[in-house]
């Protein structure tokens, strides 16, 4: 996968809206399903947040490009995939900061180098969560979906 971490910082720092921006999201998560929906849209943008347990399509496509959507979160802006803590960032830069934890969130994934560190975390409470509300992995109802 292409390193696009110059073209997040230097598309937060320009503050420059990319017409099109796609994020597919596991949908079971509420934590997920939160944080997506509190993107801010600014002018001349348009963000379409897609279910990845409602688009096993979309699944399967990502996954040929080898984006695991159990591994994370999938944000196209424009032409440029972003995966994991690069797609957090990329996300980061799109809240609008309300409450404490939103901008903990903001500053956590601010940086190339606090994104990959704290990533790893937020990738193990999601699994975690997903465990203690009995959901399965995206990609075992994908399976289930086929039989």
């Known amino acids: 996968m292409p390193d696009h971490r110059d073209a997040i910082g230097e598309r937060l720092a320009l503050n420059a809206p990319v017409p099109e921006i796609e994020v597919t999201y596991d949908g079971a998560c509420p934590v997920c399903r939160s944080v997506v929906h509190r993107l801010k849209v600014r002018p001349g943008e348009r963000i379409t947040l897609i279910d990845a347990?409602?688009?096993p399509d979309r699944v399967a496509a990502?996954?040929?490009?080898?984006?695991?959507?159990?591994?994370?979160?999938?944000?196209k802006a424009g032409e440029a995939y972003f995966f994991g803590a690069e797609a957090t960032r990329y996300l980061?830069?799109?809240h609008a900061p309300a409450g404490w934890l939103e901008r903990l969130a903001a500053w956590?994934?601010?940086?190339?180098?606090?994104?990959?560190?704290?990533?790893?975390?937020?990738?193990?409470l999601r699994?975690?969560?997903?465990?203690?509300?009995?959901?399965?992995p995206i990609?075992?109802?994908?399976?289930r979906g086929r039989r």
């Open 139 to 143: 990609s075992g109802e994908r399976d």
């Open 53 to 55: 347990r409602a688009a």
């Open 92 to 94: 980061a830069g799109l």
């Open 108 to 124: 956590s994934f601010g940086s190339p180098r606090r994104a990959a560190l704290a990533y790893p975390l937020f990738r193990a």
């Open 62 to 75: 990502l996954a040929a490009r080898g984006l695991d959507l159990d591994e994370g979160i999938v944000v």
């Open 127 to 136: 699994r975690l969560l997903l465990v203690m509300l009995r959901r399965p």
